[in-house]
């Protein structure tokens, strides 16, 4: 089976840095994705990296290290809107196989 | 062009009644998943469908869950007698076979009362 971990709860200043870490732990690994969801919304994709290393999205960038099984989301220039829920997810299996989420990390952004 | 959407967007149902949740993909998305949400937690997956057929319905919790997609595009999440444990969002997504990415209908929520 798959788990994944990330932090519950993230509090950052407008303006600022934050990444979001993701520890995961699968039977088998076919990429990393990353998902925002404002309340009461959609979940919406942000990012996906299936090889090691950093990729770039305009403000939101993320990192995959395959070896140690982790990555990470990181938003720069943090804005209000920026508050939501952002949920690291693992696929089971190769092609359209279902995601396993993670629990979510609630980013507040504050003034 | 136009999303995921689901219908209804919420359901309000007594325990023991049927239900029966929509859902209509992105046209030309061949994979069609449903998952489901409860407060503070992430999405679960219950099913998936790959055109016509479910490829994976490990996720559903019980009998009392069914899904079908007749035509290979919308799909009807069904729950017979339902419980008060029932009560979360349900969301739908889809996507394409040449792409990572799945996008998701904005849910529907159903409370069990």
């Known amino acids: 089976g798959q788990s994944l971990e990330q932090p519950s709860e993230v509090t950052a200043v407008e303006g600022a840095i934050v990444q979001i870490n993701c520890t995961y732990q699968t039977s088998g690994f076919y990429g990393l994705s990353w998902y925002q969801q404002h309340d009461g919304g959609a979940p919406t994709f942000l990012s996906y990296n299936a090889l090691d290393g950093l990729e770039e999205t305009g403000r939101f960038s993320s990192f995959l290290s395959r070896s140690d099984s982790y990555g990470y989301l990181l938003l720069q220039e943090l804005q209000m809107k920026d508050s939501a829920s952002y949920f690291c997810a693992v696929r089971g299996g190769s092609g359209n196989t279902p995601l396993v989420f993670g629990k979510g990390t609630r980013l507040s952004v504050i003034a | 062009g136009a999303g995921v959407s689901q219908t209804p967007s919420n359901k309000v149902t007594e325990k023991g009644k049927y239900v029966e949740l929509r859902c209509d993909p992105i046209s030309g998305h061949t994979a069609l998943y449903w998952y489901r949400q409860s407060l503070g937690q992430g999405p679960e997956f219950l099913i998936y469908?790959?055109?016509?057929?479910?490829?994976?319905d490990s996720g559903l919790p019980n009998d009392r869950f069914f899904a079908v997609r007749p035509e290979g595009s919308v799909s009807t999440l069904k729950i017979q007698r339902t419980e008060r444990g029932d009560s979360a969002v349900y969301l739908c997504a889809s996507s394409s076979s040449s792409t990572e990415t799945q996008y998701f209908g904005p849910g529907t929520r159903l409370l069990v009362l």
């Open positions: 469908f790959q055109g016509t057929g479910a490829a994976d």
